[in-house]
Each structure stands twice: as C-alpha cells, then as structure tokens.
C-alpha cells in the first residue's frame, strides 16, 4: 500500500480528474464498497479518507479487495469489449467482406453501439475499420501487380470514383499505378499503462508510440508522407513480435527487445537513439551526460530535441535520459508513465540479480 502523503494527495486529484495518464500507476481500493478501481473507472468518486492507494492490482486483491465490474482493473487499460473482440475476429475471418448495419443486426449488435465502442478503440467507426482492412486487401492485390479495376471490384467497389476516395480518405493516397505501392501495417497494442500504436512495414517496427501521446497524428502523418505509403489495419508478423515481447516486459520476464526496428531521421537524431539503446537497463543518463557521449557537449538542447523525437517508445528508451539534478525532464508519453517504467526497469532488475 502507498504510505506517502504526498503521492496519496496527487493520486486522489488524479482520480478526481480521471486522468488518463496514470492508468497502471496506482490502483484505489474504497473502504467504503470493498472494491478496487484503476483511476478512469467512471463510478462516482469516494471520499479521500476511503481510499486506500496501490501500486499493483495484486497489492489490492491481498489487502481484500475486489476488482470493479465496471473498470475491470485486472484487464488491460484499453482491452477490448467482447463485443468489439468478437467483430474484429469476425473481419480477420473475412477481410474482404462488405458489412453494412444491417450485418450488425443480424448478429444482434447495436450498430450506434458498435460505431461508439469502435471510435474509442481504433479512432474509427466498426464500418469504417472493416472497409479500411478491406481497402488493405485491395492494396496488396494492387502492390503485386494486379490492376486497379481488379483490387477494386474485389473490394466491393463498383464505381472507381467512390474507391480512390475511400483509398484516400482512410489510407492516405490514391494508388496511380498497379507497382511500387509502399504499404505499412498498424495495431493497437494494449499494456499495463495503456494501449500502443505499432507501425511497422515488412521488415522492421517504424513506429511505437502510447495512442494518447500528443501529436500523435501528426507524428504518422510524417512518417507517411516520408515513406510515401498508407497505412493499414493488420498484425502482421513484426507487431506480433513487438506484442509479445512488450507483454515480457511489462511482466518484468525480460526487459530487452529483439523485433528488428528501422531508425528514420537525420543522422544526428541516429545517432542519439543509437546512443539512448546503450543505457543499461535500470540506470539512467542526464541530458548533459547524453551530449558528452556524443562528443558535442554544448549540444544538450540538441540532444535533447532527439531524445524527444524518438518514435520507438520503451524499444529506444529514451524515458531513462532525466534531467542533471534528477528531475524526470520531458516525456511525451507523460511524466507518470517515465517514472512508472524507471521504477520498473530498476525492480525487475533487481529481482534478476
């Protein structure tokens, strides 16, 4: 159980505020009902002097707590629904398939449900997800040559004006010729401190970044227009990988990385992420200490810059570079998360020793 006042003050007005950046960083138990929440949990907030706070769900469940029905602390930040799992697998087992509402009636779903639960997980409608993944399909028949009024008919298209806007609309480009079509893979990842956003083309992770982090939009724009490519819903065998080895991790089961990664930026900001892999898990590095090694000492700034343009979260983990006094600095996933995985690194270290 947490004891320090000064963190009990901060988790409460975080849990006043449903703050979306602590979720994993503490769980709360209420005297009050005998059950525990994660910190978004939508339930009416208990008074403070009700609350006891925890680092760990399993902290709650020993202290005789019970996990909320309503926030599901033992699950994932952001896992899906069953409603919600059950359609994407039903896509998975169909991905050229054209659904429509009335799909959805049929297997007796709501479809302004469906589209809500949909929006909050993937940024898209259900209707919109399952065209995206059917446009994906239309991409790849169209990369490997086949012409575009065949990937277009196959994907349910009967006018070529209505396909390239949908390509356009949730893709991000037109395709003008039946070769030399870029096409990237995405998926949501979900962990113990919320879901993740894994890019990746066919040979390495481009992309890893917390689905809320600040610019996140704009951060895949770039990488799209750099790479001249769209970007399509699928798990390919790259984000399995990541998956799976950010799962090791969060367990503490291993804290290294092996899912080939592609650098994309100047030869400076390289050179820093290169430079950032070499910190020892469960240590940390200033900003200051970080120019030094790269024989520019007076470029703290610059380094700095670099350090906060990294877009392979934990993988090139700049969150273990912190300010010369100590402070935690910058993180663009939140302060929360950089010292969550600093506490992390250092215990599930210490517990390998």
């Not at 602590?22 to 929440?37: L, M, P, Q, R």
Request: net charge positive.
């Amino acid at each position: 159980m947490i004891t320090d006042p000064s963190k009990i003050d901060l988790y409460y007005t975080m849990l006043i505020e449903k703050n979306r950046a602590y979720e994993g960083v503490f769980y709360v138990g209420v005297k009050s009902t005998g059950i525990f929440c994660r910190p978004t949990c939508p339930a009416k907030k208990p008074k403070k002097e009700n609350c006891e706070f925890f680092a760990q769900a399993k902290e709650a469940l020993l202290a005789s707590f019970r996990p909320c029905k309503r926030c599901r602390p033992l699950s994932a930040p952001s896992s899906l629904s069953p409603e919600v799992k059950t359609l994407v697998d039903a896509i998975e087992k169909n991905p050229e398939k054209k659904w429509t509402d009335k799909d959805l009636d049929a297997l007796s779903f709501s479809a302004n449900t469906t589209r809500r639960q949909f929006k909050k997980q993937f940024g898209m409608t259900f209707i919109e997800y399952a065209r995206s993944r059917r446009m994906g399909m239309a991409f790849k028949h169209i990369r490997s040559g086949e012409a575009i009024i065949d990937a277009q008919l196959e994907s349910g298209y009967d006018s070529s004006n209505g396909f390239r806007d949908a390509f356009a609309k949730i893709m991000g480009a037109v395709p003008t010729k039946s070769t030399g079509v870029k096409l990237l893979y995405s998926a949501w990842i979900d962990t113990r401190l919320g879901a993740m956003l894994a890019i990746a083309d066919d040979e390495a992770l481009l992309l890893l970044e917390f689905v809320d982090r600040r610019g996140l939009e704009k951060e895949i724009e770039r990488l799209r227009n750099k790479l001249q490519a769209a970007i399509v819903p699928e798990r390919t065998a790259i984000i399995l990988q990541i998956e799976e080895e950010l799962h090791a991790y969060f367990r503490g089961d291993k804290l290294s990385f092996s899912t080939p990664i592609r650098l994309l930026g100047t030869p400076f900001q390289q050179r820093v992420w290169r430079e950032l892999q070499q910190i020892p898990v469960g240590t940390t590095l200033s900003y200051k200490g970080l120019a030094a090694k790269l024989e520019h000492p007076t470029a703290i700034r610059a380094a700095a810059r670099a350090n906060g343009a990294n877009q392979l979260a934990i993988v090139v983990p700049c969150h273990r570079v912190i300010q010369t006094d100590g402070g935690l600095g910058g993180y663009a996933g939140g302060l929360p998360r950089k010292d969550w995985l600093l506490q992390h690194e250092k215990e599930a270290k210490l517990k390998r020793t």
